[in-house]
């Protein structure tokens, strides 16, 4: 009887030890792809950060007012041809 | 063959023959026993007393700590557009003790990183443990490097900030060092926000520092937040063009402009002349790095004025039309005399004092208080004590304590000499003309909703009346007709001052205007001022009066604020829109 009991004890244990080995194997796993789409996201971020740069170095006052002024030949407005639109109250 | 062989057998070798003494083997086990007894010792030492020491060494040869580096926050203007962001770079770094390179691969890395290679050889030489070779690389750069697998070469992560405003953002922003850390600027004022904590990251490393498995985070990194400014794009963009335009023209040394919502006291453009640009910073002077709005105090001169009559006419002292005598050109109080810079033959009005920009018609004014009624108006518009924006290095300016106030001083004073301010107190305490009597503290990032604790300096009436007179000095008659804006009713004061060096006054001037635009409700203050214009003349009036109108008539605009003065319908544009039927005519003709 004694002997028994015994037997199903140390089943359990070695069950319970490799439980904690695959555990800590697929916990390993989770981790790294969770590293990996990490890693992911942040050169996303960084891509994203790079392409505001390059939008706002196209987008610059400086440049806009160049092109629109140069290439498209606008101006500001003389006073004369503003027509102020009220806001109706 | 004959066998001729003596048979030696383990029974009959001849040596056990002899008789050994019995000491011999106690002698040989007890030499065993000591020996295991020793070893037995030494396990127990190591297993239980020094367990934990060793553990501890044995770890750091395979696990290790590392940094995971955070990004700092990024900077937008008010309406989001980036003035600052990050992105990361390599440095590359040697161990001089295992970097044991062959010449061929030393040329190689030297190309790499555009260094000389003897520079790059005595880098290796070095006796130190680590030595940067190179840092703030990109990316790509880096990674050729890293494929060559050189021994000994390592490479970090890190950031370099970016700032694609440049030059036009420059004193705003500031910037900062190889470190990532603030330096000037916004960058430093804010850097608690904008600076992230780097997370940490426990790994197992082999014997050449790759990682071989990614173990828990320790903590995790903490993203710089980001910070959005109430800065204007455009319109900094607007000053910006214009301060420099300025420069130029009037061969200035320095210059600066401030432009600030008066409804909401946040501030929308910022800009000082010279400038650098921060994504480049070999050759930065203190002149360039100077901001002249926060940092620098002056001696306002004539913008000054409008206070003492605001108090005037607050306390009831003077109304508007009341007639002030300054016909004399001249005024005498102890032993100095304060003069006007052109006679005025006629006895005038407050509000004339004002727009012709009296010396002695406002020095009359305040003789009306005393030096503790004037300190305190002082004191409430702010001048003497930092704004604490926060901002690095503000200056305070100088106001000395009433007590102590002569009074020629007090007298020089009311016309602004004798005390000292920045640009950007003077352009808050016009805040006052320009919100009806209230004063509001200033904001360098977008707030939402509009200020609610104001403080009360003036009266609406006396607000009311100041602004009509401040727009009469835009007005024909008035100092500043330049200053006017197509359109828009607008007010403000002129100052020309004399600099101060070592103490006394030097025939070189500092032009400024402060002014504010609609007058009927007013929505901006702009304030701009010009250190040494050296190009003909140095009156506010001629100096700075075109550049103020000039960013106020594109800030208006760019706000899409509603005009408030008639607009003269110009020939100009019904001429060309003939010319343009003329030319169409003739070409339907040809």
Do not use: C
């Not at chain 2, 009296?358 to 005393?370: D, E, P, R, W, Y």
């Amino acid at each position: 009887m004694k002997m028994r009991f015994d037997a199903v004890l140390v089943a359990l244990t070695v069950a319970s030890a490799l439980g904690v080995v695959s555990a800590q194997h697929q916990a390993r796993k989770l981790y790294a792809e969770f590293e990996r789409e990490q890693a992911r996201a942040h050169s996303l971020e960084v891509e994203w950060g790079q392409l505001q740069l390059e939008q706002s170095t196209w987008a610059a006052h400086a440049r806009v007012e160049k092109l629109a002024r140069e290439r498209l030949g606008m101006r500001p407005p003389v006073p004369g041809q503003v027509l102020v639109v009220e806001p109706s109250s | 063959m004959k066998k001729n062989q003596r048979a030696v057998t383990f029974n009959h070798n001849p040596l056990l023959k002899r008789e050994l003494p019995m000491w011999r083997p106690r002698f040989l086990l007890l030499a065993l026993l000591a020996g295991s007894m020793t070893l037995a010792g030494r396990a127990l030492y190591l297993q239980g007393v020094n367990n934990d020491f060793l553990q501890a060494k044995g770890e750091s040869r395979y696990a290790r700590t590392i940094e995971i580096p955070a990004t700092r926050g990024r900077i937008t203007d008010r309406h989001g557009d980036m003035l600052a962001v990050s992105t990361p770079v390599r440095s590359v770094w040697a161990m001089p003790a295992d970097a044991k390179l062959e010449p061929a691969q030393v040329r190689e890395l030297a190309r790499m990183l555009e260094m000389d290679v003897r520079e790059l050889n005595e880098k290796l030489a070095s006796q130190r443990d680590f030595v940067y070779l190179k840092r703030q690389l990109s990316p790509e750069v880096a990674q050729r490097i890293a494929d060559l697998e050189l021994p000994g070469i390592h490479q970090q992560r890190e950031f370099r900030r970016y700032y694609p405003g440049g030059e036009v953002m420059a004193h705003i922003l500031g910037f900062t060092n190889v470190e990532d850390r603030g330096q000037e600027g916004i960058e430093l004022a804010f850097d608690k926000q904008l600076a992230g904590e780097p997370g940490l990251r426990r790994v197992i490393k082999d014997r050449r520092g790759q990682i071989i498995e990614g173990a828990e985070a320790v903590r995790p990194p903490r993203e710089g937040e980001e910070v959005a400014l109430s800065i204007d794009g455009k319109i900094q963009y607007l000053a910006w063009s214009a301060l420099r335009d300025t420069m130029k023209e009037h061969k200035a040394k320095a210059g600066a402009a401030v432009v600030i919502d008066s409804r909401s006291g946040e501030i929308l453009a910022m800009v000082n002349a010279p400038t650098f640009n921060p994504n480049n910073r070999r050759n930065l002077t203190g002149e360039q790095l100077r901001n002249r709005v926060f940092t620098d105090s002056f001696e306002p001169g004539s913008i000054m004025k409008p206070f003492i009559a605001g108090l005037a006419l607050d306390r009831g002292k003077v109304r508007p039309t009341t007639m002030i005598d300054a016909t004399a050109g001249r005024m005498t109080i102890g032993t100095a005399t304060i003069s006007d810079s052109h006679r005025h033959a006629k006895p005038m009005t407050v509000a004339e004092v004002i727009q012709k920009s009296s010396n002695i018609g406002t020095v009359k004014l305040a003789q009306h208080f005393t030096p503790t009624e004037m300190w305190q108006l002082f004191d409430d518009l702010g001048f003497g004590k930092p704004l604490n924006l926060g901002f690095p290095g503000e200056s305070g300016g100088r106001l000395r304590p009433a007590k102590s106030w002569k009074p020629i001083e007090q007298a020089t004073m009311s016309y602004g000499h004798g005390i000292s301010v920045s640009l950007i107190q003077m352009a808050r305490a016009y805040l006052a003309f320009a919100r009806d009597g209230e004063l509001v503290p200033l904001s360098l990032t977008r707030l939402e909703g509009r200020p609610s604790n104001g403080r009360r300096i003036f009266s609406v009436e006396t607000a009311r009346a100041m602004r009509t007179m401040l727009e009469s000095v835009t007005q024909t008659g008035g100092t500043a007709t330049r200053a006017q804006v197509a359109g828009y009713r607008v007010g403000g004061k002129t100052g020309t001052a004399l600099k101060i060096e070592n103490g006394r006054y030097v025939k070189r001037y500092i032009a400024s205007f402060v002014g504010f635009a609609p007058v009927s409700n007013p929505r901006l203050v702009v304030a701009v001022m010009i250190d040494e214009p050296s190009a003909g003349s140095y009156y506010a009036g001629t100096v700075v009066g075109p550049l103020f109108s000039r960013i106020m008539e594109g800030s208006l605009r760019s706000l899409g604020v509603a005009p408030d003065a008639p607009l003269t319908p110009l020939h100009l544009a019904r001429r060309q829109s003939e010319e343009s039927e003329a030319a169409g005519v003739a070409q339907e003709s040809m």
